[in-house]
């Protein structure tokens, strides 16, 4: 996996990865703040968390978002933390035609909600592996038809006019300071992403438990990935990215 994104490319690559960092980061995400607004209140998503037994397995910085959900509403809660939630704790959700955590693409057919979430995910992952910001115009044109797909089937869920919104990122522009702001965001997630991988992998070479693998991981990542959220949602803010 890749620690960082190098920022190499054709002008023209580049600024569709910007554009497909931008679409994901931003209007993705959002998609998955309303599938979790429409299961759950923001205002008792911290008790239907622990009812459902799962906020031991969350990290400390994690917790602290769900627990700030209560006045904060989901405008922190990044990809990794909807997914989760999506997938562990809200339990109306139509699941995947084939099983959560697939590591190939839903194909066409496969649309029910668990689908589109895995799509979302996938691409998440897909962004921040790629070794340079860069993307060909093929592969650009498929990954928007697969993001057209879920704005289309979600919007027809929830009554919301996402593809008017994905319309409008697509038009939108992508200056100097977008791109720094994204390709930060996209270092940091990446890093870590591989220091929690890292931890997993030495302490289960050392024969621990679950619990004690939770407490490895939870230590050193405390704080980051809120940090990550809270700056790009001051970024959105200052530069009117709604």
């Known amino acids: 996996m890749a620690t960082s994104v ?47 037994n799962y906020l031991l397995k969350l990290r400390p910085e994690q917790v602290v978002v769900i627990y700030n959900a209560n006045t904060q509403g989901y405008q922190d809660f990044d990809i990794t933390l909807l997914y989760t939630l999506l997938r562990n704790v809200c339990q109306n959700i139509t699941p995947p035609s084939q099983h959560w955590g697939v590591s190939t693409m839903p194909s066409q057919n496969e649309i029910t909600v668990g689908d589109d979430i895995e799509r979302i995910r996938l691409m998440r992952n897909y962004l921040i592996h790629r070794p340079k910001a860069a993307i ?88 980051k990935n809120l940090n990550s959220c809270i700056k790009l949602n001051h970024y959105r803010e200052s530069h009117s990215l709604q």
């Open 6 to 52: 190098s920022s190499t490319g054709s002008a023209e690559d580049r600024t569709r990865f910007f554009r497909l960092s931008l679409i994901i980061i931003d209007e993705l995400t959002q998609i998955l703040q309303d599938l979790l607004h429409n299961e759950v209140c923001p205002t008792q998503i911290y008790n239907k968390v622990v009812q459902r």
């Open 136 to 223: 060909s115009e093929t592969e650009f044109k498929e990954l928007l038809a697969i993001i057209s797909g879920i704005c289309t089937r979600i919007q027809t869920l929830l009554n919301k006019d996402y593809v008017k919104r994905l319309q409008d990122a697509e038009e939108r522009s992508i200056d100097q300071a977008t791109e720094e702001q994204y390709l930060e965001l996209l270092r940091t997630m990446a890093v870590e992403e591989r220091t929690i991988k890292e931890i997993v992998q030495i302490s289960l070479a050392h024969g621990k438990a679950y619990g004690d693998i939770l407490h490895d991981i939870k230590t050193p990542m405390a704080g």
